[in-house]
């Protein structure tokens, strides 16, 4: 749930700075982007390059010095950030937010900023009781910001008690909960249509032309996105698995049928994700009668079948569009092709050949295109959690749609 979420982690000058430099790590290992700024104490006991080798960005120490002269670097910090994190934070740097100081790149920075801001305090077990911390804390708590108490235990000074920084482990999972609860509230009251399962194309009333899906990713993602909160439509093609609770089910057989149920709740819909694997053809003719064999060969005309994810794409205005591509081969040129093709907003593509991957397995390898031009390659994973991570991506699509029109 942290995958992609912009961290500013800012540091103030305790010994538990060292904790800090593992939580810079445990994040970027979480898939966060960290950006650091250290205070001028933070630097006496870590180097800022500790830092930017755990990061992977360029730290930030100094309010003049602005690497960058496109931007004022504390502003374009503060925009930047998902969430502001303060780890350790002194009582010094808590009395100085308090007070709307701002006399350092940190508490600049903290002035600028709407993100969601959190604290952690590390000091000494007397310190963090005496009553003016407590009071600078109780006025933090009113601008509305987050604590990450800090644990009890043995303290750099040599006092046992509250006053030691959280785990840097404990501290990430904090993190991941608050970013899963914000998507999940995201996508309440949103509609949600997944399509699902094979279509089947009549010849006759015992035969008919289809294929391998059995269904399970799709019916994975509407049940993601229904425990995600999103009321769910899944439009599924003949399969053999049961509905998840909760996800209005619509049953179709052909394409024609899927093109039409998926219209009808298009306009409706904020996110459509197109799992189904379509048939591309049907027999021109579908006969009353079981055609009875003859001699020799025998031979079935086809055309073409709608293609419902082109003419989603054609129709498309708030949607976020989403669509698979199951290929053999070359598969970034063929689903690059097809996000342009299908005016698609992201394209799920999967090489059905792969041991562990397509249809009828438990599990997926899926690589994620999407028309940022971001390629995004998740490893072979449970079918379940490909459906989180792609609800995940989905969910930031459709708030990056809803804050600047496009995705
Ligand atoms: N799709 C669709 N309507 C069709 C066929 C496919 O909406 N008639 C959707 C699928 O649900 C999937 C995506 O399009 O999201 C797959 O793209 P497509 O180009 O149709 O893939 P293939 O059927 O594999 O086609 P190709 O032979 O071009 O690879």
Partial sequence: MINDKKILLCVTGGIAVYKAAALTSKLVQAGAKVKVILSESAEKFVTPLTFQALSRNEVFTDTFDE????????????????LILIAP?????????????????ITTTLLAATAPVWIAPAMNVHMYDHPAVKKNLSILAEYGYQFIEPSEGYLACGYVGRGRLEEPEKIVELIQRFFAKDERRYLKGKTVVVTAGPTREKIDPVRFISNLSTGKMGFAIAEEAKKQGADVILISG???IAAPAGVELVKVETADEMYNAVLKYYESADIVIKTAA???YRPKVTYDQKVKKQEGDAKIDLERTKDILFELGQRKKNQVL???AAETENLQEYARKKLTKK????IVANNVKASGAGFGTNTNIVTLFKRSGEVTELPLMSKADVAE???????????DMDQNGNC
């Avoid at 690497?67 to 998902?82: E, F, G, M, T, Y």
């Avoid at 002194?90 to 790149?105: E, L, S």
């Avoid at 005016?343 to 992201?346: F, I, K, L, S, T």
């Fill in 343 to 346: 005016n698609a907003d992201m």
């Fill in 278 to 280: 379509v048939a591309d």
């Fill in 238 to 240: 003949p399969v053999q």
């Fill in 322 to 324: 989403v669509g698979f």
């Fill in 89 to 105: 934070a002194t009582a010094n740097t808590i009395a100085k937010i308090a007070a709307g100081i701002a006399d350092n790149m």
């Fill in 389 to 399: 991570k792609i609800i995940e991506e989905v969910t930031s699509l459709l708030k």
């Fill in 67 to 82: 690497k960058n002269p496109h931007v004022i670097a504390h502003i374009d910090l503060a925009d930047w950030a998902d």
